[in-house]
């Protein structure tokens, strides 16, 4: 039976006795016991999950960091690249100056062409002139050498003809004369 201010409870003779106090400090330690092995492997595992975590941070942290490098090498790249073309404003202003440049010499080109074309026409106008009095000259020198061997060719004929008269000329007076 169990009296209240009594700590033991009395069973019978042949059984073991033990105090409630007993009991429950047992039952207690026994949940204790079990909670601190509980919370060790929480303990454990918090631990693990910071460590895990921890270095998770920490590659997420280098592979971020590298990103970041490569980004900004890329960005430095870009950057380059970018000082290196020429800009709109001097791109259009060049081109302008450019086509200018290019109409100024066509231009140039097309006046020197007319002042060669001028040129070449007053000089085949020259040779047109100079071969007209030539062939001109040609024509009279061509007239006086006509003119002179018919000339030569009449005091040929004429020496001739004289030499003829001679030698005929000579039985018939020799004729007269005997």
Do not use: W
């Not at 509980?38 to 895990?52: A, G, P, R, S, T």
């Not at 290196?84 to 060049?94: L, Q």
């Not at 006509?146 to 007076?173: D, W, Y």
């Amino acid at each position: 039976m169990k009296e209240l201010g009594d700590e033991t409870m009395t069973k019978d003779s042949n059984s073991n006795s033990v105090s409630l106090k007993e009991y429950l400090e047992n039952l207690i330690n026994n949940e204790v016991n079990c909670l601190n092995g509980k919370l060790e492997d929480f303990v454990k595992l918090n631990q693990e999950q910071h460590d895990n975590i921890k270095k998770a941070i920490e590659i997420a942290t280098e592979t971020l960091n590298i990103r970041l490098e490569s980004m900004n090498k890329f960005r430095e790249a870009m950057r380059d690249q970018t000082n290196k073309f020429v800009s709109i404003v001097e791109y259009r202003s060049g081109h302008e100056n450019l086509n200018k440049e290019i109409i100024t010499q066509k231009d140039n080109i097309n006046k020197d062409i007319l002042t060669l074309k001028d040129n070449i026409n007053k000089e085949i106008m020259t040779m047109q002139t100079n071969f007209a009095d030539a062939i001109g000259d040609l024509k009279q020198s061509r007239a006086n050498l006509e003119g002179k061997a018919s000339q030569t060719g009449l005091i040929i004929v004429g020496v001739f003809a004289v030499i003829n008269l001679i030698i005929t000329g000579i039985p018939l007076l020799q004729g007269f004369i005997k």
